[in-house]
């Protein structure tokens, strides 16, 4: 398959920014697999759900194999990800005070205090900005570099855990059974 013949198939699905087949050095032939990046994440997606085992090409045995290259999925979820972790603040914050604090960043779409069952703060927050450049900007300019009064030292400010990275440290967390003979 040729370049021009693989990016007609993607381009069904969106814009491509680029289509590489892996070619046999000394040959020249086609390895059967290839990159292609779209502008855009939902094309990608789009192109996986349209084509992986749903399409065989002219010369293919079997159908295609479509989906993200090794750790690609992983770093597109934390790109997607404007959620921030924000520790040690007062007990006594607010959101509105997180609010003013962080509103010089960006847009603020959440922001949520940590509270225990009586109501009284955790000292800790999580904040959500409506684009990841923002929170990169707060993490940047707030982390370690601003205390409040009566807070014990510098405030933490970094991205929120992933979904998966709670489920590995939960793993990483619970005993393994162990067995001594």
């Known amino acids: 398959m040729e370049d021009t013949e693989l990016t007609t198939i993607l381009s069904e699905f969106g814009q491509l920014l680029e289509v590489a087949i892996i070619k046999d050095r000394a040959t020249g032939a086609s390895k059967g697999?290839?990159?292609?990046?779209?502008a855009r994440k939902v094309e990608g997606e789009a192109a996986i759900a349209g084509l992986h085992n749903r399409r065989t090409c002219p010369g293919m045995a079997k159908p295609m194999q479509v989906s993200y290259?090794?750790?690609?999925?992983?770093?597109?979820?934390?790109?997607?990800?404007h959620k921030l972790f924000i520790g040690m603040v007062p007990r006594t914050i607010t959101e509105e005070e997180l609010s003013s604090v962080f509103g010089a960043f960006g847009q603020i779409q959440e922001i949520h205090v940590m509270r225990d069952q009586m109501g009284a703060g955790k000292g800790c927050a999580f904040l959500k900005f409506t684009h990841h450049s923002e929170a990169e900007a707060a993490i940047a300019g707030l982390n370690g570099q601003m205390k409040f009064?009566?807070?014990?030292?510098?405030?933490?400010?970094?991205?929120?855990?992933?979904?998966?990275?709670?489920?590995q440290r939960t793993q990483q967390?619970?005993?393994?059974?162990?067995?001594?003979?």
């Not at 967390?173 to 003979?181: A, H, I, W």
């Open 33 to 38: 697999c290839a990159f292609c990046t779209f």
């Open 69 to 81: 290259a090794s750790g690609e999925s992983d770093r597109l979820e934390s790109l997607a990800e």
């Open 149 to 167: 009064q009566g807070a014990p030292q510098g405030m933490i400010v970094k991205f929120a855990d992933t979904k998966k990275q709670k489920m």
């Open 173 to 181: 967390q619970q005993p393994s059974p162990f067995v001594m003979g």
